[in-house]
């Protein structure tokens, strides 16, 4: 079975920072920005037997910085924008997830996330986006 694993930082994001000043600037009604870098494994069916496997690979995880997340489906959350290479490179995320909230704390609506992707999170000539 494919899952999806969502790596994000610990730490400040100073990206997922910088984003949401920009959104804002932009004219894109967001409150909060955080960012994760997804990536699809095989695990057959023992899904702490993965999760050990992703955190002893040093690649794409540091348990000094990072934190960890079996997502329940494949596909973006609510509140949340999937930016997916058109390309894939081998070794690297297969998205960006960008959860966006609104000034209630609850997560962005569709209108929102697509206003984000169009103004600043996706360039469409390399990339697609999902909601």
């Known amino acids: 079975m494919t899952r999806a694993i969502a790596i994000g930082l610990k730490i400040p994001d100073n990206t997922a920072y910088t984003a949401l000043v920009a959104l804002r600037r932009l004219g894109v009604a967001v409150e909060g920005v955080e960012r994760n870098e997804v990536f699809f494994f095989d ?9 050990r496997r992703v955190k002893a690979d040093e690649t794409i995880f540091n348990p000094n910085k990072h934190r960890l997340e079996v997502l329940a489906q494949a596909a973006p959350r609510p509140g949340e924008l999937w930016v997916e290479p058109l390309e894939r490179a081998p070794n690297r995320a297969a998205a960006v997830a960008w959860r ?3 000034a209630r704390g609850l997560p962005a609506s569709s209108q929102v996330l697509e206003a984000a ?12 986006a999902r909601v």
């Open 43 to 51: 695990d057959d069916g023992d899904v702490a037997a993965l999760v």
């Open 100 to 102: 966006l909230t609104d």
């Open 117 to 128: 992707a169009d103004r600043l999170l996706c360039n469409p000539a390399i990339d697609r």
